[in-house]
């Protein structure tokens, strides 16, 4: 029987991250079955916490005392559910910030640009010498941001070196931010040329990016998410690009993860990326690091490197 302090890690995409942290706990992983003969041995789970957590699993675990986020997201956590039955959460920011908004530029430039449609041009033999292909320029399009947090100003600061004007949107003033933010969502969207999705998500904002501020946006518009799916409301994205009321989109995530094929088949102006914004060689290695030392001080009875929430201290992480 091994001494080492037992873990669940939940879901399966953190397969990798399970199999790193075997040489300093005892891991079970969720996706082989649920481990009812260590039930009561698990003290910790180890989450993607921008996924909804099984509320009742957790209640299953009667030593449970921490929810470790691997990500930085904690949207799927029900903060004051976990307060009321003492549990601790955490999670790791600050981490991916410039690799989220390297991925957006990124999006951005290949769907203003066509990059995608290019390459099957020439890979597809369709390339004629007497056909010259015509894109958008970039310089002097208006930016929207939606959430002008870490990520959001990350992405700030690089549209401005591609001659992007920005503006922003969100629900708290910023009187320190050096652009200019919109009186509403709805008129960022009616305003901008590229909007990109870089809010944080709850269950407040959910659907967000609604079928009014798509149309905002209009036929000539890029919308790009990078963020989290359920802040836009996929079926009326879908609606529009197939309707030409939305120019293109760019899109990093999804309502439904893996999200299937089928549903983007024959969707016209559109880029897909399997959330891939803050998973990077750099940030990876980041993730695992902080959540293997909030795992360890939670285990040595130390105060969490990056707590969320930690009712003991009566701690509780700001919005």
Known sequence: MSNKPAILVVQPHLAPIA?????????????????????HTIRALVVAGEFPLD???????????LIASFTAGIEGVDLAWARERGLRVSHSPGVNQDDAADLAIGLLLAAWRGLIEGDAIVREGRWRPTEKRITHSLGGRRLGIVGLGAIGEAIARRAEAFGLAVAWWGPNEKPDAPWPRAASLLSLAGESDVLIVAARADEGNR?????????????????????????????????????????MAALDVFETEPTPADRWASVPNVLLSPHTAD????????????????????????????PVVDPESDLEEPD
């Not at 075997?22 to 009812?36: E, I, K, Q, Y």
């Not at 060689?281 to 001080?297: C, D, F, H, I, Y």
Request: glycine letters at 8%; charged letters at 20%; zero cysteines.
């Open 279 to 306: 998973s990077t060689s750099a940030a990876v290695p980041q993730m695992l690091e902080l959540t293997r030392e909030n795992l360890r001080r939670f285990f040595a009875g130390e105060p969490l490197a990056n």
């Open 55 to 65: 509320r009742a699993l957790a209640e299953s675990l009667p030593e449970l005392g």
């Open 19 to 39: 199999a790193m942290l075997d040489a300093d706990f005892t891991v079970w992983r969720l996706w082989m079955g649920p481990p009812l003969e260590a039930s």
């Open 207 to 247: 659907g967000l990016i609604d079928r009014a501020v798509i149309e905002a946006l209009g036929p000539q518009g890029l919308l790009v998410n990078v963020a989290r799916g359920q802040l836009v409301d996929e079926a009326a994205l879908i609606a529009a690009l197939n309707e030409g009321r939305l120019g």
